[in-house]
């Protein structure tokens, strides 16, 4: 071969290799022979969406879980069921996964009965006796017909959690509309003795388009109880007949002292309405409302489950102070009579561990959490299969693509999380107490996020860079990312991020792309599997396994182990409502920075 020839093959390589490094395999174009790590990251998601995609496991998987078990809630024979389902899908991939077993006294449902009592109306004189009565001429004797004793109305209803054992009451119903702070001053000592109707959401379109947040109804709960409420009736905005349920208070070791139940909107604008024709109607409630009245919603009664009357000494004490009312058989205005029974039961349920190890001597892990349990009503698609099963697919594609991270990713699903946080209470009371608090490098939460269109520093904004570069990579892939992000978290107690960031600990969420609509089933019999589909599974499925590949390879975890004041300060700044912060316990985190002043001292 002569010189030109060996000339012409070299600028042929060239030329080659010149293509093959801008031909794009995204839109940055990284070819085969660029290996910056820009584009060694762009090669993973890319992998990452491909397999998602062909695969699609998420939606099958979660289908199944929901077609499986009526509900997943813990203590319960369908939530220990569950939980070996999901710890047995682990063992199939091959992972390394443990349960993490803890104490617990269960709140249990056992049936709630709702009567509204319509006064009676006074006699009138009649002119024409003979209209209404019938005479009997061989006997004399004078038969008048019987009205029928429509004063009692039966109203389907579901007890909310943490609420007495044993109610038993009557008592005057006031309308107190949406329940915001300015309702219960306006009725203020009105409200005394009495038992309170309010929204559970926002109704009035006009505090809608104002954008006012109904606070969290462990909130409502709390101000009825301080204006002397007996007893608490929540109207369910959405789905015209369903029932909707949850816990009335931040902290499980708290049980509200009256009993709280749940009617559906069409039997909320009953009440309403007889509370106009017999009661005092509510001034400030604003009839154009807004609700969403879905024709498919169930027929089928609420299930109520038969137990033995409770003896006089297991009767709460709000119970005994209202009792007297049930000496009272005539009201002036609408009443209700309110009868609850529920229970409470040891068990010992339990977390499920997945752990990936990671290839570096950073003892910092990562964790990936979200809860697993639901309540007793529904099989909790949206709340939280969705996050679950984006947990499970996630270290699904870590083992099948075999993704490396520098530190110890754990994959972990929470139960206990619907009755007060407590599987991932027990989590760090178990860190607190092997002092391995400080090895939690970050905490991912999901909890009813899906089709991720952002990610919340959670108040963090040092993570922010961060978060943006992951973000530009997914907004290139079709899985409807907006790079939407929030620095400042809103105040949203419900879930297991609050213990993680009451430890100090950085916190990260999605930013939700899921239509709203599928939040209106939420905590009712309604939240199923097909409100979910194949595009939303993966979107999530793509974006987590993406994240915590990031995550778990960053050269510097950016954010630090948050101080007991910082803390302090940081969840004042995102409660401006001061929701959180009276209701919940303090004392572990106190315990907690005490034990590393001493360390320090040391």
């Known amino acids: 071969m002569n010189k030109r020839n060996v000339l012409i093959l070299l600028l042929g390589i060239l030329t080659l290799a010149s293509l093959l ?54 203590g319960t024979k369908f939530g220990e069921k569950s939980e070996e389902y999901i710890f047995n899908e682990f063992k199939k991939l091959g992972i390394d996964v443990k349960y993490m077993p803890f104490d617990m006294n269960v709140w249990t449902r056992q049936w709630a009965k709702l009567t509204i009592l319509i006064p009676e109306k006074k006699k009138e004189k009649d002119k024409n006796k003979s209209e209404n009565k019938k005479t009997d001429k061989k006997e004399k004797k004078v038969v008048t017909k ?45 409200i005394e003795g009495k038992i309170v109707l309010m929204n559970l959401q926002v109704f009035d379109k006009k505090l809608i388009k104002e954008k006012t947040i109904s606070p969290p109804r462990s909130y409502k709960a709390k101000l009825a109880v301080e204006y002397g409420a007996t ?28 009993p ?8 909320g604008k009953k009440i309403r309405k007889l509370l106009e024709e017999h009661g005092k109607k509510n001034e400030l409630l604003d009839k154009d409302i807004e609700t969403t009245d879905i024709d498919s919603i169930y027929s089928k009664k609420t299930d109520e489950k038969k137990t033995k009357n409770k003896t006089d000494k297991e009767k709460t004490e709000t119970t005994k102070k209202t009792e007297t009312n049930k000496e009272k058989n005539v009201f002036t205005y609408l009443a209700a009579e ?16 997945a ?11 990562i964790v990936l959490g979200g809860h697993y349990d639901t309540w007793d009503v529904g099989p ?55 002092k391995t608090l400080d090895k939690i490098g970050y905490y991912v939460n999901i909890d009813m996020h899906g089709k991720f269109k952002g990610f919340d520093a959670m108040g963090r904004k040092e993570i922010m860079p961060f978060l943006e570069d992951v973000g530009k990579d997914l907004s290139r892939f079709p899985i409807g990312f907006k790079e939407k992000h929030r620095s400042a978290p809103n105040a949203e107690p419900y879930s297991d991020y609050l213990t993680f960031m009451m430890m100090g600990i950085p916190v990260i969420q999605p930013v939700s792309g899921l239509k709203g609509g599928v939040y209106a089933y939420y905590h009712t019999r309604m939240d199923e599997a097909k409100l979910l589909d194949d595009e939303q599974v993966n979107a999530s499925v793509v974006a987590m396994t993406y994240l915590m590949y990031k995550l778990g390879n960053l050269e510097k975890i950016p954010s630090k182990r948050m101080s007991f004041q910082d803390t302090w300060n940081l969840m004042l ?22 034990a590393m002043k001493v360390k320090k001292n040391k």
Not at 158 to 170: N, V
Not at 236 to 255: C, H, I, P, R, V
Not at 260 to 267: D, E, M
Not at 573 to 594: C, F, H, Q, S, T
Request: include cysteine; proline fraction near 3%; glycine fraction near 8%.
């Open 21 to 74: 490094t801008t031909t794009s395999c995204s839109k940055d174009g990284c070819g085969i022979f660029d290996f910056s790590d820009r584009c060694a990251d762009l090669r993973v998601i890319n992998k990452i969406y491909k397999t998602t995609k062909e695969k699609s496991y998420g939606l099958k998987t979660l289908q199944d879980l929901c077609k499986n078990n009526k509900h997943r809630m813990t």
């Open 380 to 434: 909790g698609a949206v709340d939280n299969g969705i996050g679950a099963i984006t947990i499970f697919e996630t270290a699904r594609l870590f083992k099948e693509l075999k993704l490396k991270s520098k530190r110890t990713i754990e994959f972990v699903l929470w139960v206990g999380e619907e009755h007060g946080l407590m599987g991932s209470k027990a989590y760090l009371k178990k860190h607190l107490k092997n």
């Open 355 to 365: 752990t990936i190890p990671g290839s570096s001597k950073d003892k910092r892990k």
């Open 146 to 190: 019987k009205k029928p004793a429509n004063n009692k109305i039966i109203i389907p209803t579901l007890s909310f959690a943490y609420t007495p054992e044993y109610s038993d009451l009557k008592g005057e119903i006031i309308d107190i509309g949406e329940g915001l702070d300015e309702d219960f001053d306006f009725h203020g000592k009105d």
């Open 338 to 353: 309110l009868k609850v029974r529920n229970g409470y039961v040891d068990k010992k349920p339990r977390n499920i561990i």
């Open 573 to 594: 700044a995102m409660d401006g409502k001061k929701v959180l912060l009276p209701e919940y316990n303090w004392n572990m985190r106190k315990k907690i920075d005490l």
């Open 260 to 267: 709280a139940l749940c009617v559906t909107y069409y039997h």
């Open 231 to 258: 007893g608490i009736i929540f109207i369910n905005k959405y789905g015209g007949y369903l029932l909707q349920t949850g816990t009335t208070t931040l902290d499980s070791w708290f049980e509200l002292p009256i």
